[in-house]
């Protein structure tokens, strides 16, 4: 009868101590996909893993990388992952086209988006680009983008060739000059001209009439519905892993080498890219706000310079698109 009154006194004191676990101790595990291969944006969620930022709030967080932001985002509509960092205007696109999946925190909410050209050769406007031959990988943001850009900018597109080369291929065309330019973003391709000493021209998309958010983190709808309450603890942590990482570049790359040690050769650049992305975090309309905070001002300029350009069929309601609700209050 004793052993029995203690084995049932054991498994009350159990049934008390996991009914009081907060979420630091009960570990949900999960995928974050990317939008690309590893850059420097990137490191501010390998520093939260690092920092117990995820962990504090009950998350196993695994990443996974990409290979464009047009694959990532069917991959989350797919519901193959819940969640993943990828480019905003091809994201709208997609749910233009009945993608169910929608932003959740904001990061590069000013187009960083560039037209890269030689020093040597310079195009400086994007009216330079006619007759010129420029190269981009279709599944990549700045290409799903580009229409935008040439309509903003009144460009005739019939005047300008694209190559399509493969994924990754266009910087390697770009550097043997077998075409006058190419689509890049200036936190990922600056750090590497300088890195190579390449003299370069390039202007933005954000400064060409073009407003596009860019990198943030987006969620398949239905998992969101589902699991609220994780989604705002993953949020929470990616809002203070990314003040960490804006504050300490060097750190969130060291984040990124301890779980990638290949990446050690890269160092340089990856802290550059983290630099200089940076600088892409606010827009006038969220200048102030918290971190990851979107503005429906800009998701509603996007979206109408994305019907003018016959991106997607038809207007598509902010809400649909992107919310707060999961950031911290």
């Known amino acids: 009868m004793k052993l029995n009154r203690r084995i049932l006194m054991a498994v009350a004191s159990a049934a008390i101590l996991f009914s009081t676990m907060g979420p630091a101790q009960a570990q949900a595990k999960l995928n974050l ?68 999946i929608k932003a959740i925190f904001g990061v590069h909410q000013r187009s960083p988006m560039m037209i890269l050209s030689h020093a040597d050769a310079p195009i400086k406007t994007p009216k330079d680009l006619e007759g010129k031959v420029i190269a981009m990988a279709p599944a990549e943001s700045t290409a799903q983008m580009f229409p935008v850009l040439l309509l903003a900018a009144g460009v005739d597109p019939g005047k300008v060739s694209v190559m399509s080369p493969a994924t990754g291929a266009k910087t390697a065309l770009f550097l043997q000059r077998r075409v006058d330019a190419i689509t890049g973003v200036t936190y990922f391709h600056l750090p590497m001209m300088e890195r190579d000493k390449v003299a370069v021209q390039y202007f933005t998309y954000g400064d060409n009439g073009v407003t596009a958010l860019e990198g943030g983190v987006a969620a398949n709808t239905q998992w969101l519905s589902a699991n609220p309450d994780l989604a705002r603890r993953f949020v929470k942590a990616t809002q203070a892993a990314f003040l960490l990482a804006k504050a300490d570049p060097s750190a969130a790359v060291d984040a990124v080498i301890k779980q990638r040690p290949e990446q050690a050769r890269n160092r340089d650049s990856l802290i550059r890219q983290m630099q200089i992305s940076m600088e892409s975090i606010a827009t006038p309309n969220t200048a102030g706000m918290a971190f990851g905070r979107m503005s429906e001002k800009d998701w509603q300029l996007m979206v109408d310079q994305l019907v003018s350009s016959k991106q997607i069929p038809g207007t598509i309601a902010v809400d649909k698109l992107f919310t707060n609700e999961f950031l911290p209050r």
């Open 33 to 100: 996909r990317l939008d690309w291969s590893i850059y420097g944006t990137h490191a501010a969620f390998y520093l939260g893993i690092e920092k117990g930022l995820y962990k504090a709030e009950g998350i196993d967080l695994s990443i996974g990388e990409g290979s464009g932001s047009v694959t990532t985002a069917r991959l989350l509509a797919q519901g193959t992952e819940p969640i993943a960092f990828l480019d905003f205007g091809t994201m709208a696109k997609g749910v233009g086209t009945g993608m169910m």
